[in-house]
């Protein structure tokens, strides 16, 4: 497509804010990537304080086991001594367990804080192996008690004989609700998702709290292969929801031998870590848009003020003369320049064209109003009536509000004609479209619609101020003191018939036929009344007929 100089010019001026645009954007991902390494450094403190706080309660169990591994043995190993020991220790951990007991050499359970029957043996426990093969504390993974039918993870303590062999297992099964509720307790950055799992990723713990997450699985590949590549780390990946996500994640406690029990991770939503890096880019973005608009419209401007305008003004001015608009004019000074000398020649041409076509539009004026005006009365006549009804009609339609039409006819006329003659008849139809035209508003119309017969239109007017209107035209009527000749020509009266939209027609047609039956119904009940569309007639002393 090929430019024009104006094009050009704004060309240049939007080429010229691309090295800002390129620069605000290297600006914008090089503070996305500062970010980035801050929130990750900013996880890393979260979820390490996370593991620790976590760690508590791996301590506080530790030291219950201990506790219980320093009762005598004739206590541990004397079932009913033993569950009522246990009994009371579980009693007193206030909720953080929901079992304590103590499995022998065989994983058979023969003391529990709570009651059992039957035989019970846990040869599957994790923590069970674990902690009989090192001699030392062991952490389960999540399991529902066997005992209590409860949800939980388990420590295990070696209790260990006079010759230092292991002889049973000490355990507590630690209530999720601990954990949840440590979890719950740390400070997250908004939108930020806590989770604590164990060796087999089920999770144990979460913050938001969610309990149908409690006991699941985490399926997600990419969390489950960060979380096994190391101890700790920052990583990226996107969120079960979908959205990208940065990891920070740490190991709350290890075991002698095995996979890590109980891991910690925080999650942040991406679009969080680059708020403020994607409001500065915004707000630079649209500093640097809005200073190519400035440019390019002074561009703009510039090149019309002082390269175009002149051009453009002969040019708008020749088509608005070729589409008939004569009062068009160039506007420019004659400075002396070449194409201001060309603007004025076409400004004097066309100013001569258009006091030709002024004179055209007078005589064309001059036969219209010849053509839609009564000469006698000075009214418009039923031609222009035809025409300007329907028109007041369909507005009345758009706007919802009533119309009146209402018809005019001098009583008696014929008997002034026949008495005085036609000059006197002509005084008396002046007179009576200057009363007409006395009475009404501006947005009225009266019309001469033929001989002694008038007619009024009268917009956004009920039936019943049609009526009052008509009323105080008939008394002036009445009123009129007319003279021919030096002669009285007599009290004159007028006969009216009144029609609305909508609730007598809806058109023209039917509003100016009926306007005319009631006027004829006025006639025939005596004259001089004021009769409305649909009203019977009465032979009642003059005046509105109700």
């Known amino acids: 497509m090929k430019l024009n100089t104006r094009g050009r010019i704004v060309l240049l001026v939007v080429l010229a804010a691309l090295p800002a645009l390129?620069?605000?954007?290297?600006?914008?991902?090089?503070e996305r990537v500062r970010a980035e390494a801050h929130a990750g450094q900013e996880l890393k403190r979260l979820v390490g304080l996370a593991a620790q706080q976590q760690a508590q309660i791996v301590e506080g169990a530790r030291q219950?086991?201990?506790?219980?591994?320093?009762?005598?043995?004739?206590?541990?190993?004397?079932?009913?001594r033993c569950n009522d020991y246990l009994a009371k220790l579980l009693a007193l951990s206030t909720g953080l367990y929901h079992s304590i007991g103590i499995y022998d050499a065989k994983n058979v359970l023969i003391c529990n804080a709570v009651p059992w029957s039957g035989r019970i043996a846990s040869p599957d426990r994790m923590y069970l192996k674990i902690a009989r093969e090192t001699g030392k504390l062991a952490i389960g993974e999540y399991q529902v008690g066997r005992v209590t039918g409860l949800a939980g993870i388990n420590f295990g303590y070696p209790l260990k004989d006079e010759a230092g062999a292991v002889a049973g297992i000490a355990f507590v099964a630690v209530d999720l609700e601990n954990l949840n509720r440590m979890a719950v307790a740390t400070q997250l950055p908004q939108r930020g998702i806590l989770t604590v799992v164990d060796h087999d990723a089920r999770v144990l713990?979460?913050?938001?709290?969610?309990?149908?997450?409690?006991?699941?699985?985490?399926?997600?590949?990419?969390?489950?292969?960060?979380?096994?590549?190391?101890?700790?780390?920052?990583?990226?990946?996107?969120?079960?929801?979908?959205?990208?996500?940065?990891?920070?994640?740490?190991?709350?406690?290890?075991?002698?031998?095995?996979?890590?029990?109980?891991?910690?991770?925080?999650?942040?939503?991406?679009?969080?870590?680059?708020?403020d890096a994607n409001r500065a880019f915004a707000r630079n973005l649209a500093g640097i848009l809005?200073?190519?608009?400035?440019?390019?419209?002074?561009?703009?401007?510039?090149?019309?003020?002082?390269?175009?305008?002149?051009?453009?003004?002969?040019?708008?001015?020749?088509?608005?003369?070729?589409?008939?608009?004569?009062?068009?004019?160039?506007?420019?000074?004659?400075?002396?320049?070449?194409?201001?000398?060309?603007?004025?020649?076409?400004?004097?041409?066309?100013q001569a064209l258009e006091q030709r076509d002024a004179e055209l539009k007078r005589a064309l004026q001059d036969l219209h109003e010849q053509a839609i005006t009564d000469p006698l009365t000075g009214l418009v006549n039923r031609r222009y009536l035809r025409e300007y009804l329907p028109r007041e009609l369909t507005r009345a339609r758009r706007k919802e509000v009533p119309l009146a039409v209402v018809m005019v006819d001098l009583d008696y006329f014929k008997r002034i004609n026949d008495t005085f003659g036609h000059e006197a008849g002509d005084l008396v139809l002046r007179s009576m479209g200057a009363l007409l035209l006395s009475q009404i508003r501006a947005s009225d119309v009266a019309c001469r619609f033929g001989g002694e017969e008038f007619a009024l239109i009268l917009p956004e007017i009920p039936v019943e101020d049609a009526v009052q209107r008509a009323e105080a035209i008939r008394a002036g009527v009445k009123n009129l003191d007319l003279h021919y000749a030096g002669q009285p020509i007599g009290r004159l009266s007028a006969s009216f018939g009144i029609a609305a939209f909508p609730v007598h027609g809806q058109d023209a047609e039917s509003l100016l036929r009926l306007a005319d039956e009631a006027l004829y119904n006025a006639k025939g009940a005596g004259r001089d009344r004021v009769m409305v569309c649909g009203e019977a007639a009465k032979a009642a002393p003059p005046g509105v007929m109700l």
Not at 64 to 78: C, D, N, Q, R
């Open 205 to 275: 713990a979460r913050k938001p709290a969610s309990a149908a997450r409690i006991g699941q699985q985490l399926r997600n590949p990419a969390v489950l292969q960060a979380l096994s590549s190391g101890k700790n780390g920052v990583f990226r990946a996107k969120g079960v929801d979908g959205v990208e996500r940065l990891f920070a994640h740490d190991v709350v406690v290890e075991n002698a031998a095995g996979p890590v029990p109980m891991r910690i991770f925080i999650s942040l939503p991406l679009d969080v870590v680059f708020a």
């Open 64 to 80: 219950t086991l201990v506790a219980v591994s320093l009762v005598p043995g004739v206590v541990l190993y004397e079932t009913a």
């Open 290 to 350: 809005i200073a190519t608009v400035l440019l390019v419209v002074a561009a703009w401007f510039g090149a019309e003020i002082f390269v175009l305008r002149k051009i453009r003004a002969l040019l708008g001015a020749a088509s608005r003369v070729r589409s008939g608009d004569l009062t068009a004019r160039t506007g420019l000074r004659n400075d002396g320049e070449e194409l201001s000398q060309v603007g004025q020649a076409f400004d004097e041409m066309t």
């Open 22 to 30: 390129a620069f605000t954007a290297y600006s914008t991902w090089d």
